[in-house]
């Protein structure tokens, strides 16, 4: 099993900054991608930004310039740094994974999810 746990989340005025953190452990073998994804109240949960294990990026139109993923392999961790942000920025922020994963019968390849870390934009 993979487990993710995020942290980096809470509350910020309009224009500022948090840095959300995601680590991966369990029963990895490579990571293959890792992304975050958001979810406000009354809404389907979204892609914000992705980032390969050749550190290919792909950002969400609403994000582009304002965040940056960047990644650590060696640590097997993710992170979204999030500049001036807006109260539209406000959800719940999750953490996925690609994960190869070792198996008794060999290597799988699995997705997994995190819990979730809440940023809340004040206006």
């Known amino acids: 099993q993979v487990q993710l746990v995020e942290s980096g989340g809470g509350l910020v005025q309009d224009g500022g900054s948090l840095r959300l953190s995601c680590v991966a452990s369990?029963?990895?073998?490579?990571?293959?991608?890792m992304g975050w994804y958001r979810q406000a109240p009354g809404k389907q949960r979204e892609l914000v930004a992705t980032i390969t294990s050749t550190d290919r990026t792909n950002y969400a139109d609403s994000v582009k310039g304002r965040f940056t993923i960047s990644g650590d392999n060696a640590k097997n961790t993710v992170y979204l740094k999030m500049n001036s942000l807006k109260p539209e920025d406000t959800a719940v922020y999750y953490c996925k994974a690609d994960v190869s994963v070792r198996m008794f019968t060999g290597i799988g390849r699995r997705e997994y999810w995190g819990q979730g870390t809440q940023v809340t934009v004040s206006s």
């Open positions: 369990g029963s990895i073998s490579s990571i293959n991608a």
